[in-house]
């Protein structure tokens, strides 16, 4: 594969090639790896700045319906925009955003956007390192806002908000007085709770479970890196649009607000630093798993510490002396 025309292809923002990049960055081919690597290098050079939102939900909260309806209006007011997921799910379902592009139809049309379903793969690591790796593409293919998808169940949550610069949570209005059993290191990760279905006999509900959320907002530990009324809860709807304008509105008074107090820049420096030493942790056990005379030493040292010849500490410090 060419790597420079297809890196000149990405930074054209050619959305043909966006999609083969994402798909050699997905690979599991060593080969590929080494290419995929290649061509993020050369794609760094293009210094481009997308805003990276991860939005996470329950199932049916209305992620698909609000990512149609927000990207539809980012759109509008001349933006492009990318979708990318990260569902843990995918290996069974073929993908959540796959599944429902009809949900998404408008905007899978639209010449300014671009939507990539989740990679298929069985560990939540491996998907979350892919996505990963597609938001810098996305971004260096010129897009303004890059949307991360997740399903709310388990660690992907914090996968997605470890690659986004602002983190938003949907909820649905509930039927109860309590909150919909969110945890509360969810609560601490949002930036920005959007409490949907505001609309038609749901609307009600929808106020005071805002009004909850935000009640509950304000008992959490303050965080540096937001400004005084963050963060925040509104209700919006994706079937008629309201509050879609101020949602907006808010996610880009936060970014400024965070940018001009450099909590923009060190956010995306710490993930950096994140993901590099998770490189390094993953690329050692697979050195570890691949290399086969490594597998040989492993399996020779496995069955000396089995027979009581060596320490397990010794054993691991030869190991790790050899590599
Ligand atoms: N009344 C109302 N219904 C909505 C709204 N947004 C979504 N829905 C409905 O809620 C249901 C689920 O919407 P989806 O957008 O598929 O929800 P999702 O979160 O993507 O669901 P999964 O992909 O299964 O996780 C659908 O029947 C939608 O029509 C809204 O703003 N108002
Ligand atoms: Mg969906």
């Keep these: 594969m060419d790597i420079d025309s297809l890196a000149r292809g990405v930074a054209e923002g050619d959305r043909r090639a966006l999609a083969r990049a994402i798909t050699l960055v997905e690979s599991g081919r060593e080969d590929h790896r080494s290419q995929a690597v290649e061509l993020l290098e050369a794609l760094k050079r293009e ?122 949570l949907l909820l649905a209005p509930a039927g109860g007085d309590e909150l919909q059993g969110v945890k509360r290191g969810i609560m601490e990760m949002a930036d920005l709770i959007l409490v949907n279905k505001a609309d038609g006999d749901l609307k009600a509900a929808a106020v005071r479970t805002c009004a909850d959320y935000a009640g509950a907002l304000r008992l959490l530990r303050r965080r540096p890196e937001d400004p005084e009324d963050f963060p925040k809860a509104l209700t919006v709807s994706a079937l008629t649009g309201e509050g879609l304008d101020a949602a907006w509105a808010e996610m880009q008074a936060l970014a400024d607000w965070r940018r001009r107090h450099g909590h923009f820049a060190a956010r995306r420096a710490a993930q950096d630093e994140a993901w590099f030493a998770a490189e390094v942790r993953e690329g050692l056990l697979a050195r570890l798993t691949r290399d086969p005379a490594t597998r040989a030493r492993m399996a020779e040292m496995t069955a000396r510490v089995r027979a009581g010849e060596m320490t397990p500490e010794g054993a691991a410090a030869d190991i790790l002396a050899d590599l």
């Design 47 to 168: 210094e481009r700045e997308a805003l990276r939102i991860g939005l996470s939900g329950t199932p049916g909260v209305g992620k698909s319906s609000f990512i149609e309806a927000f990207g539809l209006m980012l759109v509008a007011r001349g933006l492009r925009v990318a979708v990318l997921a990260v569902d843990p799910s995918s290996a069974r379902s073929g993908g959540s955003i796959l599944g429902d592009k009809t949900r998404m139809e408008r905007l899978s049309r639209a010449p300014e956007a671009f939507i990539r379903p989740s990679p298929a793969r069985t560990q939540l690591g491996g998907v979350a390192r892919r996505t990963r790796e597609a938001v810098a593409l996305c971004e260096a293919a010129g897009f303004d806002v890059v949307l991360i998808e997740t399903v709310g169940v388990g660690q992907s949550e914090t996968a997605v908000a470890e690659m986004s610069d602002l983190f938003v």
